[in-house]
């Protein structure tokens, strides 16, 4: 029953989209009816951008400013309701491709640096899921934030206040700030945000092993209720344009995350010997500190167009954790209690060069090839402390504790040469090889090290054929690896009961993609059908560890999977009414032959997208956005089905300078991530909720005294927005 609601919005929506395009066939007026409503120049009627433009090439171009996206708190959350991304236990993922990595105008980031994003900040979202060799080759997607610019001289900036309330977690603030300068050759631009408040996730696991010789039934509830004691962002940024077609940039930027909080666990276990219960508080005291600085070269070389990128980027994390472990066990009526500390000290250092050049042969052709070096250092050690007493005899843990370190450099050097066959043919065709050096130590389970090098070459091909001028075909070959992540490899432990931990696994390989899709776009029908394989694809499961009723959740290698899907997507815009509406169907099979899955069926999965703005000029604006992921089975395991339905609605006040925006989000309470499997002779069930159900109002005011520059700056960021990180 929780689908309804979204179903009935995404059809409600597609009927009077299928209507607008009957209605746009009509046969126009008279020549002189037009002219003499042309006549009629007084009357100006003010139509919003819509929130979705299609490329021929697969590319979606998503606007936020303005739009119901722009009322997220976070960058995380602004995703969530972009169409075909989907985002689970902090995954982000395009349909029908997988894991996509994140760009920022153009340049390659982390997950920690993609925390830092200012919302306020963003224009516009490209999901490209066909990425070239221009690219990382890193995931089987890739998504580019593009933040404002500044194109207009003297002082602009906005102050907003968002308050929001949520019956599940409680209440948070989050204070925004943006100022930009820009006089003459000079701009300069800074932001901070201020979050804080509460948070909250929680988990309920079952498992089960029905053998009646090994018989165990687990039931865990893990309780997340987060205090956000300081959650900053912050950045400034200085650039000097040299004239229209050269620039220097330089930004620095960050943010903190000072957690407290509680985790409450509780875990039933019911056995062959009897029942016990277990209670697990952990009193919560992180603090991560990120910085980043980025000093990038832009120009123009040529009278074709041609340019030169030249950027360096530094990344530094600091994070600390010191949390305090208050466990109880109730066996056969006795109880038992003891104390842990865990204490972890995480160091990350990234330093990344690049070059890129786009030579421009004629009007029809181009060449680009770019080189790029990178090198990260992995520092982490964990300590866990154990005593019988609150205050005292706190001794070293050796089996829970363990040292870190990897360091891992990656060569990169690619081409891409487009170019023009006739009026209605162009194609794309290039390579991205990769050398990648790793060298890991850890004392986890013993000493481990580990050295590997290992190279890899990742063509790609894209056509595009224009049938008319409404009607355009593409069809694409791409070939991608995706990198275990840092903390992945890291065998430290994430302390959850006596029973359940979280574990990096050492031993992951990479996974490596090809994808093929064909797709067309008629009039404003963007249409798709694609096939991915996979080979040792990444994947994560709750195995049994050394003691009989304990389980370690951890990553690990499939050993592949085989992807389909298809999807329709429509958008129009009327004088009133914009609404971007998406259907799509994805077929999953992964198949496993080490760990002991139990094998199942193979169905398919729905995907239901609708998000619509209703303008009542001179009034407010109503945003609406509902969507739908249905049930999927992939072989292995199970998925259920999840939706939200999100309202908002906005005014403007003093000629725009202030905007009011109220928005309830999540109404229903339906985004709950669920869906079960069977490993190792264990049935496993989870169900997880998160602070997704809530109210939230948001004040804005903009103030400043610009006005347009006197120069207009070349745009080389164009270009930028898609070279190789």
Known sequence: MRFHVPVFIFIFCLFFSVLETKAQSKPTLPEKVTSQNNELNEVVIKRDASLVKYSANGTIDVNVANTLLSTSSSVNELLSRVPNVIITEGQISVLG???AIIYLNGILINYERFAAIPVSQISKIEVISNPSSKYDAEGKAVINIITKKNIESGIMGTASQQVTVSEFAGASTNTLLDFNYAKGKFSFITNYGLQLGKGRELLYTTRTRPNPEDYMRS?????????????????????????D????????????QDLGGVVLSRNSIE???????????????DVLLNQFINLNYN??????????????QHSNYNGTVRDFIDENSFIDELNKEKYLKNNVDNRINIISIQADYLKKINKNSKLETGVKFSNATILSGSDFLISD???????????????????????????NFGSSLGEKFNFSVGARAEWTNYDLYTTANGIQQFKKNYGNIFPNVLLNMDISDDWKVHASYVSRITRPRYQALNPFVIYQDPFTTIEGNPNLLPEKVHAFEIGTLYKKFDFKIGYTYKTDPISGAALRGDKPNSYILRSLNLDREHSFFTSISKTFTKNWWNSTNTISMNLTKSIDDFYGYALGPVKPQIYLYSNNTFTIPNLFKIQLLAWYLGNKSYGLGSDNSRSTVTLGIERNFFKDAL????TANDIF???MVSGDYNVGQTEIYYHRTYTTNYFRLIATYSFGNSKKATYKKTEIEQTENNRAR
Not at 247 to 253: G, V
Not at 299 to 312: M, Q, Y
């Open 97 to 99: 491709k997988g894991e």
């Open 271 to 285: 056995n062959n010997a009897g029942n016990s219960f277990y209670t697990t508080d952990i009193a919560k005291n």
């Open 219 to 243: 039931q865990l509830t893990t309780d997340w209720k987060r205090q956000f004691n300081n959650y900053s962002n912050f950045g400034l940024g200085l650039q000097y344009t040299f004239s």
């Open 245 to 256: 077609k050269n620039y220097i940039s330089l930004a620095y930027s960050g943010n903190i």
């Open 389 to 415: 007493s609150k205050n005292e005899g706190f001794g070293l843990d050796d089996q829970l504790s363990s040292n870190f370190k990897y360091v891992e450099k990656i060569n990169a050097a690619y081409f």
């Open 299 to 312: 120009a123009i070389t040529d009278r074709k167009g041609s340019s030169l990128f030249i950027g360096t």
């Open 669 to 671: 309470h339906d985004f």
């Open 659 to 662: 905007k009011l925006n109220f």
